[in-house]
T-cell receptor
Framework: AQSVTQLGSHVSVSEGALVLLRCNYSSSVPPYLFWYVQYPNQGLQLLLKYTSAATLVKGINGFEAEFKKSETSFHLTKPSAHMSDAAEYFCAVSPYNQGGKLIFGQGTELSVKP | DAGVTQSPTHLIKTRGQQVTLRCSPISGHKSVSWYQQVLGQGPQFIFQYYEKEERGRGNFPDRFSARQFPNYSSELNVNALLLGDSALYLC?????????????FGPGTRLTVL
């Protein structure tokens, strides 16, 4: 069965610092990969997705992620954190040929210190 | 354009009762999926419907059921509620049911079972 592991349930950075949120997947066939953000008491908003085109994917709000097949990773980065980036971030896989089913990681809560 | 809408926003039920949650997809979207998000965890896939047919089911008991209507809206029903059913229930819609399709999430229904 496919799964997603997000390393670090909580990450804290200073405003202006690099944001790095880690995501590893397990799959015999490279899946499609997504990063979503969830603000308190809200639904999930898509940041970016990888669907086997370019391995470096740029998303909204200055976020980007790089698909590395050899490392089975899809880490999310942002060069400079902003206070408004504080939220819960979820990595998800959509298994190949299983419709739109998403398998989510446990989530990483990002805190941004002034 | 309106996003995915869900009703009600909050719901309080007691053990053994039944509950119905409703979801309206983005206009033009034909696929609806349901997820359960327990506090502190990532969303778990419950169902996917496409063109009124069930296309996927997660590892949930038969107490959970759903349907999709001709206008593509959907209902999730949960019978014989347990304390463990307390969660945020998220509905997501997508154009079709491809693995590459972006799923757009609603704000969720917060269900509390006492």
């Amino acid at each position: 069965a496919q799964s997603v592991t997000q390393l670090g349930s909580h990450v804290s950075v200073s405003e202006g610092a690099l944001v790095l949120l880690r995501c590893n997947y397990s799959s015999s066939v490279p899946p499609y990969l997504f990063w979503y953000v969830q603000y308190p008491n809200q639904g999930l908003q898509l940041l970016l997705k990888y669907t086997s085109a370019a391995t470096l994917v740029k998303g909204i709000n200055g976020f980007e992620a790089e698909f590395k097949k050899s490392e089975t990773s899809f880490h999310l980065t942002k060069p400079s954190a902003h206070m408004s980036d504080a939220a819960e971030y979820f990595c998800a896989v959509s298994p190949y040929n299983q419709g739109g089913k998403l398998i989510f990681g446990q989530g990483t809560e990002l805190s941004v210190k002034p | 354009d309106a996003g995915v809408t869900q009703s009600p926003t909050h719901l309080i039920k007691t053990r053994g009762q039944q509950v119905t949650l409703r979801c309206s997809p983005i206009s033009g979207h034909k696929s609806v999926s349901w997820y359960q998000q327990v506090l502190g965890q990532g969303p778990q896939f419950i169902f996917q419907y496409y063109e009124k047919e069930e296309r996927g089911r997660g590892n949930f008991p038969d107490r959970f059921s759903a349907r999709q209507f001709p206008n593509y809206s959907s209902e999730l029903n949960v019978n014989a509620l347990l304390l463990g059913d307390s969660a945020l229930y998220l509905c997501a819609s997508s154009l079709v049911e491809r693995s590459t399709d972006t799923q757009y999430f609603g704000p969720g229904t917060r269900l509390t079972v006492l």
